[in-house]
Every structure is written in structure tokens, then in C-alpha cells.
């Protein structure tokens, strides 16, 4: 089915929660979403950078609902303190797991629990804020977790025997390795929520190339100098602004017609409306699903609530 980013359907009485919201895909996933009519959770690491968030999208969107909660998905006391929030919310229409280390670190991180960096921030901190959410999506008609993945994935490969690259760190390792993990993690999410007979469904979506330099500036949430828009612009031919990355995720949580068997996109790989695309064979495979959660379960020292 083809879709028009700019003639969303209507999203009152839906909330959706987006980590990592205050910057970025996830700042204009809020913003698109909140036009659009929804209630938009931002959890964000910084309060200061939330708040400005927050006030953009005020500023942008007339009588937008939109506030602010505290999460580092690192910290796994942040973690169950939203997820216990959103156990005491009505409705959790869909958790969008946005947040993400873009640029590792050169050298191996790990965060306070010994496990590495890349990966703790981009899966293992929301492998255990869903598995604790869950019962608030189980209980919200037709509720989605939406997963971040990255084109990343089509060029490197997860180590499932060095899952925390103790032995083979590079920071594009742990970047790609990651966004498979997610990826593996989302579609095999979303083949236990179906073998348990759940509403929830599970997406995985990629917003292929998207650039800060190419984004429009928004006070407080976007302010690349000239030299980044130079930079950025140069490369205009295949790449977009993270407001266009953000066209996927939304899609994702809009159109009732995608499934957990779809991976969604852009139209041009790095850039364009939102399409259906395929996975690689690595992030897809029910195998790699099933060698991956229970090191996810180890690593996060969390039970998943599903068989
Ligand atoms: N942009 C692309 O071309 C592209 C391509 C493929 C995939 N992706 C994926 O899309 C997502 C967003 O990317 P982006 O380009 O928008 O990145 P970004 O502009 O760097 O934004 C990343 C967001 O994640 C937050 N974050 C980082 N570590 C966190 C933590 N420990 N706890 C809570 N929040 C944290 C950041 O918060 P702070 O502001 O506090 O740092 C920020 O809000 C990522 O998952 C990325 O892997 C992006």
C-alpha cells in the first residue's frame, strides 16, 4: 500500500512512547506524531535536552500532548522506573525503541554492569524496558513495539560467540553488531508474541541515511553549524534529513496494514517515503532468534515474559 507521510491518519487517543525523543529520528517521530493527533512520551537522558524537546514540538505543533520522562538504557534502575510508569498508564499504544549510540567509541566501553557499551545501549537496555512494559501493550488493543534497526546490518555480521566483543571490539563491529542484535531481537519478538496467541505486534524498520546537516533547524533540538550543513549536502544524492528517517518509524506505528513480517524503509534505500523492504537473512533468521534472547535475557538480567 503506498503512503503519504503528509496526510497521516488521524492518531487521537493513541500514546506512544519514543526513547532517545529529544533529538534526532526520534524528535521528529514525536513531532509527526503528535500533528497527527497522538499522545507523545519522550524518555529522554537529559532533562534539559527533554524539556527543549518538549517546547519544540509545542511551539511547531498547536495543541500538541507531549511530555517528558526520564530514561538512560543503561541503567537499569531508569529502565524499571518507566516501565513501571507505563504498568500505571491506561493505554501504551506502541514503544518505539529509538534510542542509540551512532558514534562508538573507538576503544571497548562497558557500562556499570560489564557489559559492553554499544550494545547495552542499543539492546539490552530495551530488551528490558519491553520485557517489563509488556503487560501495559498486552492490555492496549492492537499495541506495537517498533525496533531501530540500520542498513549497518548489511554490512557486518553478529558474533554470537562473542556477543560482547571481548576478544574482536572495533567501534564499527560493536555499531553493526548491535543493529543486527536489534533487528534479530524485533523479529524474533515478534514470532513469540505470535506463538503466544498476543495482540501486540513486533516492528522492525530502518530510515536508511539520514543526516543532521540535512534537517531543519529547530530551536533547542537541532543546530548543525554551517560547516556540518556543507558537509551534510555534499552527499544530498543519497541521503535525506533525520525528519524523513523519521517517516518510517511513524509508518510503522500508524498504518494498521504492516505486520511483524515486514521490514519498512526507504523507497531509495538511504532515502524516501517509507516502503516494505527485506531484512538481511542474518537479523530474520528464527535460529539466530532463538541462539540471541537467552544471552539478551543473561546479559540484561531479565527474564523475558514469553516463551
Ligand atoms: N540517522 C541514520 O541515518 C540512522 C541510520 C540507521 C539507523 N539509525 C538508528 O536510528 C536511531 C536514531 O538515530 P539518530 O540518527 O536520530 O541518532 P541521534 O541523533 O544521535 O539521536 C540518538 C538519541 O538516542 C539517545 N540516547 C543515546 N544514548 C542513550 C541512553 N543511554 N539513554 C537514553 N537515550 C540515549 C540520544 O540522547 P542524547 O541527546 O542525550 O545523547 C538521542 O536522543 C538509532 O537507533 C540509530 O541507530 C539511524
Not at 32 to 38: K, P, S
Request: aromatic share 6%; glycine share 10%.
Amino acid at each position: 500500500m503506498a503512503w503519504d507521510p503528509a496526510g497521516l491518519p488521524d492518531a487521537h487517543g493513541r500514546t506512544v512512547v519514543i526513547t532517545g525523543g529529544n533529538a534526532g529520528v526520534g524528535y521528529f517521530t514525536g513531532e509527526q506524531l503528535a500533528r497527527a493527533g497522538a499522545h507523545v512520551v519522550l524518555a529522554c537522558r537529559d532533562p534539559e535536552h527533554a524539556e527543549a524537546a518538549v517546547a519544540a514540538i509545542r511551539r511547531r505543533v498547536r495543541g500538541a500532548r507531549v511530555e517528558a520522562t526520564p530514561l538512560d538504557v543503561t541503567d537499569r534502575g531508569s529502565i524499571d522506573a518507566l516501565a513501571d510508569a507505563l504498568l500505571e498508564r491506561e493505554r501504551v499504544d506502541a514503544l518505539v525503541l529509538n534510542a542509540g549510540m551512532v558514534h562508538p567509541p573507538r576503544e571497548r566501553r562497558t557500562d556499570r554492569y560489564g557489559n559492553e557499551l554499544v550494545l547495552s545501549t542499543n539492546v539490552l537496555g530495551h530488551f528490558r524496558l519491553v520485557a517489563r512494559a509488556l503487560p501495559a501493550l498486552e492490555r492496549t488493543e492492537r499495541a506495537r513495539v517498533v525496533t531501530l534497526g540500520s542498513l549497518a546490518t548489511r554490512l557486518g555480521s553478529l558474533r554470537l560467540d562473542d556477543l560482547q566483543l571481548e576478544r574482536s571490539y572495533t567501534s564499527w563491529r560493536a555499531y553493526s553488531g548491535s543493529k543486527i542484535a536489534a533487528q534479530a531481537f524485533g523479529f524474533e519478538l515478534d514470532r513469540r508474541l505470535r506463538a503466544a496467541g498476543s495482540g501486540v505486534t513486533s516492528l522492525v524498520v530502518h530510515p536508511g541515511y539520514s543526516t543532521s546537516g540535512r534537517t531543519p533547524g529547530v530551536r533547542g533540538v537541532n543546530q548543525p553549524g554551517r560547516v556540518k550543513r556543507f558537509a551534510d549536502n555534499l552527499q544530498a544524492a543519497w541521503t535525506q534529513g533525520k525528519d524523513h528517517g523519521a517517516w518510517v518509524p511513524v509508518r510503522a506505528v500508524l498504518d494498521p496494514t504492516v505486520t511483524g513480517a515486514d521490514y519498512l524503509g526507504p523507497a531509495a534505500l538511504t532515502k524516501g517515503v517509507p516502503v516494505n523492504g527485506r531484512a538481511t537473512r542474518s537479523s530474520r533468521s528464527p535460529r539466530t532468534g532463538a541462539r540471541l534472547w537467552p544471552l539478551l535475557e543473561a546479559a540484561s538480567d531479565q527474564e523475558f515474559p514469553l516463551p
